[in-house]
Nanobody
Framework: QVQLVESGGGLVQPGGSLRLSCVAS????????MGWYRQAPGKERELAAH????????NYADSVKGRFIISRDNAQNTVSLQMGSLKPDDTAVYYC???????????????WGQGTQVTVSS
């Protein structure tokens, strides 16, 4: 099995910064991508940022471009999200995910963390 554990959420004032981290552990053979989705109250879950573990290419939601930076450490199976210039609209539960091929498997499957709350408010 694979476990993803997030950390770093909390309460921050508008304009502030916060860093989320996620570590994957378990029976991992290979991870080919990691990233973050977020879900605000009453809204659907949306992709915030994605990073390939193969070539490091990234994708961001338009709403976070220029403010969020995603990075990964392949050796440690970790992904981080540096969030800056935070707005109240960034308030959401942030979920880490990873496309993992477990030992003995032939395909990659998505695994999810339990989510971490980010609240942007004065």
């Amino acid at each position: 099995q694979v476990q993803l554990v997030e950390s770093g959420g909390g309460l921050v004032q508008p304009g502030g910064s916060l860093r989320l981290s996620c570590v994957a552990s378990g029976s991992i053979f290979n991870i080919n991508a990691m990233g973050w989705y977020r879900q605000a109250p009453g809204k659907e879950r949306e992709l915030a940022a994605h990073i390939s573990s193969i070539d490091g290419s990234t994708n961001y939601a338009d709403s976070v471009k220029g403010r969020f930076i995603i990075s990964r450490d392949n050796a440690q199976n970790t992904v981080s999200l540096q969030m800056g210039s935070l707005k109240p609209d960034d308030t959401a539960v942030y979920y880490c995910y990873a496309w993992v091929r477990t030992r003995g498997a032939t395909d990659h499957y998505a695994y999810w963390g339990q989510g971490t709350q980010v609240t942007v408010s004065s």
